[in-house]
């Protein structure tokens, strides 16, 4: 009887042995995405060409909206439509929470200790929540109206003087001189810039060889073999830029420090981030280069991110005068020419809100999604999706898409107002449209991006009328490839004030 039950077991503890390798290999059998050829060592990249997301783009077209390919040595995986989007970033979500770590997180984030690159976990929960409530959450924003009311009455000031003069204005320098008070005041409580002088330029030229002369290209990261020869030099670039932007923040930290009596009952935002984190678990200690790391963020992501945007608008209406003078009649309709636009009226400038839409379509300020990290392998749409992949959504090519979206090369608000696309929104529920991302690790400052825009380019549109120099020919509409996508020649065009002189000195 013994010998009876001592075979069954025996038996049972094979068949369970089998039907779990039997299972194992089903689950393995699940195919890959299909994708590319990989060449030795360097994968893919020789077929995506310098500007990865156009490269990318024209990959999907061929092997579909989601695609394996080698990034140097690293797995990939790149989704191209808005359904395969939804699938990784919902679904999938927590799979996909952390982000690789590479150069850009050591030198820019120091060591990945901000909000943008940091794995998601303790630190990064921490900085959300503290974020959401002090900073970028509906009532913080609205507590600071004041201080973007201020700025962008000073930007529309130079301009007019600059208008006043014959002087062509360089809108990018000027949206991030503004930007960048706007961060200051609100975060520090001091302006970055006082005028637009060598530091503002060296600060513009500092953030944009960070955000355009690095992307998922770097070779060290995707062939970590040759991380330490760093053939293209970005390894010592990006630290070069991060001693210069350490040198900055120290500076910035210092006199924020030495007025702190000045604040006495009026805290800013560095105030309630070292309060909370001292207040925090032991785990949860915010360090001094985690503070510098999150302010690095907010000038960073704050500041060319919104200012490209805003150009990328203003170069598409100067190419089609006919939609700035709708703009500027709806707003005109709403607001008159004697006083400035405000934030409250944004509610009710329709138009104003389909262009601010048509622009994050057609010109994302990230054109591909900062890399997700597939913490362990799953499957996704039918397909094995390797552990420790890179996700990249390609949100340039979701927004060209000719299946979803009609003349998709053509700037037209119109699509935005009537028909199908009318609901959509860029707020990380409809795919469609996610300049902002989505899931977890969506855009925390999406809302302040949203406003900064809408108010920035509307009171634009409103207080003055534009044009191109003489001769300047035709606009460069060129685009300038990295981790963001400005216009590879900056904007310069003639502004001409078009509301009430009392209208100007009441800023």
């Not at 952390?98 to 200790?113: E, F």
């Not at 630190?123 to 600071?144: D, F, T, V």
């Not at 999150?294 to 704050?302: K, M, N, R, S, Y």
């Amino acid at each position: 009887m013994a010998t009876f039950l001592l075979a069954c077991f025996l038996l049972c503890l094979l068949l369970h042995l089998l039907l779990g390798r039997l299972l194992l290999r089903c689950s393995s059998a699940l195919p890959l995405p299909p994708g590319p050829f990989n060449f030795p060592i360097l994968g893919s990249l020789p077929l995506i060409g310098p500007k990865h997301h156009s490269g990318l783009a024209r990959l999907s077209r061929r092997f579909g909206p989601i695609m394996y390919l080698k990034m140097g040595m690293r797995n990939a995986i790149v989704v191209s439509s808005p359904s395969a989007a939804r699938i990784f970033l919902k679904t999938l979500d927590s799979h996909f929470s952390s982000r690789p770590q590479g150069i850009i997180s050591k030198a820019l984030a120091y060591d990945g200790r901000d909000m943008v690159f940091a794995d998601y976990g303790l630190n990064w929960k921490l900085l959300r929540r503290i974020s959401s409530l002090h900073l970028l959450g509906p009532k913080a924003m609205a507590g600071w109206a004041d201080v973007r009311r201020d700025e962008v009455s000073r930007m529309l000031l130079s301009i007019r003087s600059l208008g006043e003069s014959h002087k062509a204005v360089v809108l990018p320098n000027l949206l991030v001189r503004t930007m960048a008070n706007v961060i200051g005041r609100i975060a520090l409580s001091q302006r970055v810039f006082d005028e637009e002088g060598k530091e503002a330029k060296d600060f513009k030229e500092m953030v944009m060889e960070l955000l355009v002369g690095t992307g998922t290209s770097n070779m060290g990261d995707l062939v970590p073999a040759l991380r330490w020869l760093d053939p293209l030099g970005t390894r010592k670039k990006m630290w070069r830029i991060h001693d210069r932007f350490d040198v900055m923040l120290t500076r910035l930290l210092a006199k924020h420090a030495a007025t702190a009596w000045e604040r006495q009952g009026k805290p800013d935002f560095l105030d309630l981030l070292a309060a909370d984190g001292a207040a925090g678990r032991d785990e949860e200690h915010i360090s001094e280069e985690t503070i510098k790391a999150f302010i690095a963020d907010l000038f960073v992501a704050g500041t060319d991110t919104s200012a490209i945007v805003i150009e990328w608008a203003m170069a598409e209406m100067l190419r089609k005068p006919s939609i700035l003078r709708r703009a500027q009649e709806e707003i005109e309709g709403v607001v008159g020419r004697h006083r400035l636009l405000e934030e409250s009226d944004i509610p009710n400038l329709p138009y104003l809100q389909a262009i601010c839409k048509e622009t994050l379509r057609l010109h994302p300020p990230t054109p591909l999604s900062i890399p997700h990290f597939a913490s362990e392998p799953c499957e996704a749409g039918g397909y094995r999706i390797p552990g420790k992949s890179w996700l990249l959504v390609n949100i340039w090519a979701i927004g060209r898409d000719a299946d979803l979206w009609t003349n998709p090369l053509e700037f037209d608000p119109e699509r935005f107002l009537s028909g199908e696309m009318a609901r959509v929104e860029p707020n990380g529920s409809d795919f469609e449209l996610i300049p902002f991302g989505a899931g977890r690790r969506m855009c925390a400052g999406k809302q302040m991006g949203m406003v900064m825009m809408q108010y920035s380019l509307g009171s634009l549109v409103h207080s003055f009328d534009w044009s191109l120099q003489e001769g300047a020919g035709e606009i460069d509409m060129e685009e300038r490839p990295g981790l963001v996508l400005p216009k590879a020649v900056p904007l310069s065009a003639l502004a001409t004030p078009r509301l009430a002189t009392t209208a100007y000195a009441a800023v």
